[in-house]
């Protein structure tokens, strides 16, 4: 029985390490410290195109928290040029200072161009995209983005600007969706 045992791990132990070599996995993390979850479920609940974890506790109260973490990084020369490739215009989950929509909107141009959408015709905040280290980033006079998920109808990071009536000089996170998708 010892021998079946000891030969079922050391089987296990090598497949696993042969499966996870095409994948970098981090430490693992506390999401719910101190809450004794039963169930569990994902649901975007406030529109912003982001899924929050949705969960009932041992007590039978249903809670949920937001997934701030998307977006560490690790972008691939494939998503950057996918993102390059897709033009479009993006509603971020924020509004910026000085920007008169109640969401701002993001515009990804085929020149590899990122701005403030502001009207039809007036963009702010314009910077050319590259890829640094992982990152999408964009850095102008008075602008900065830094991209740290993007996908064909979803864009995570942060950014800075003022510019053009946009006085954004604090660093603000925002999700940003696809329009018209």
Known sequence: MK???????VTAFFSASAFASDYIVSDPKVLLPG???TSFAMADLNGDGVDELLF??????????????LGNGLIDPNAFESLKNSPGTFEMNISLNGDNYRNTRLTIGSNSRISIHRNRTRT???AT????????????????Y?????????????MTCTSNGIEQSEQVSFTATRLGY
């Open 3 to 9: 021998k079946s045992i000891f030969a079922l791990s």
């Open 56 to 69: 009932v506790t041992a007590s039978g109260q249903l809670k949920y928290s937001q997934l701030i973490g």
């Open 129 to 144: 995209m590259r890829l640094e280290n992982d990152k999408v980033t964009a850095k102008a006079s008075n602008v900065a």
């Open 35 to 37: 809450e004794d979850v």
């Open 124 to 126: 702010s905040c314009s």
């Open 146 to 158: 830094e991209l740290t998920y993007v996908s064909r109808n979803y864009i995570v990071g942060t």
